[in-house]
């Protein structure tokens, strides 16, 4: 899971378009589907979108791949006050006509998560610690990091459970991933400037030239994971 920046001044979403006419207090009442599909579409291309470069929010695989929806990281249904509350919203996998295609038990991501929602344990990504939570092992199975407190690794074991995250499908490419990754850095160790543009290739923001769109690729914390130092230090050059 990768650390998302939301702006300090909260966005608010009745300004986000000009045909939006009605108040947030009248569109609270009528509720989020009643939300204006261009301001949704406003939302996503000029906000959510580009904050999280083009990736899923909780499992980081690329929004294009199944599909996206907005996600309330707590759950409007339970948190209704939180139901327009920008802090409140990322993309997630899948969008709705892509999840009718999954079984349930193979889905992942906020779809998966549903109503579920402790806040005294789910791990957020607008947490600016979740990063050190998880470890990526070459099996492609996401586990506490070892260094965490039981308290601690408990939380990482529900979050993982209510999202999913060790869905066989992300298992396989996390572990084709890092099984391609680790023979590469350790031909490289011994030569520093080709492992660290290896390194920069890899994890830097790149620009899509058909969408224009900033990206990262995919599963970019488990890449980071696998440089070590030298991937946290490109991460924060990158202001990632």
């Known amino acids: 899971m990768r650390y998302i920046k939301k702006p300090l001044n909260p966005i608010k979403l009745h300004c986000l378009s000009s045909k939006y006419k009605r108040s947030l207090e009248k569109q609270r009442a009528i509720g989020w589907k009643s939300f204006n599909k261009c301001c949704k579409k406003d939302l996503i291309d000029n906000y959510l979108s580009p904050e999280q470069y083009q ?41 709705s006509e892509n999840l009718k295609k999954e079984a349930f038990s193979t889905c992942f991501g906020g779809q998966y998560k549903k109503n579920e929602y402790d806040a005294d344990k789910f791990i957020s990504p607008l947490d600016k610690a979740c990063e050190g939570y998880f470890s990526y092992l070459p099996n492609g199975r996401v586990e506490p990091h070892i260094d965490l407190s039981s308290l601690e690794k408990e939380k990482v074991l529900y979050t993982c459970n209510i999202l999913n995250l060790n869905a066989p499908y992300l298992i396989e490419r996390r572990k084709k991933l890092i099984t391609e990754t680790i023979p590469i850095i350790d031909e490289l160790l011994e030569h520093e400037d080709a492992l660290a543009h290896f390194a920069e290739m890899d994890l830097s923001i790149k620009l899509n030239p058909d969408t224009m769109d900033e990206e990262i690729n995919p599963f970019y914390s488990a890449r980071v994971q696998q440089f070590g130092k030298l991937g946290r230090d490109i991460k924060k050059k990158n202001k990632l």
């Open 55 to 95: 990736l899923c929010a909780y499992t980081e695989i690329a929004l294009q791949e199944f599909g996206y929806h907005i996600e309330h990281i707590k759950p409007k249904s339970v948190y209704s006050q939180d139901t327009f509350n920008y802090q409140n919203l990322v993309l997630s996998c899948f969008s």
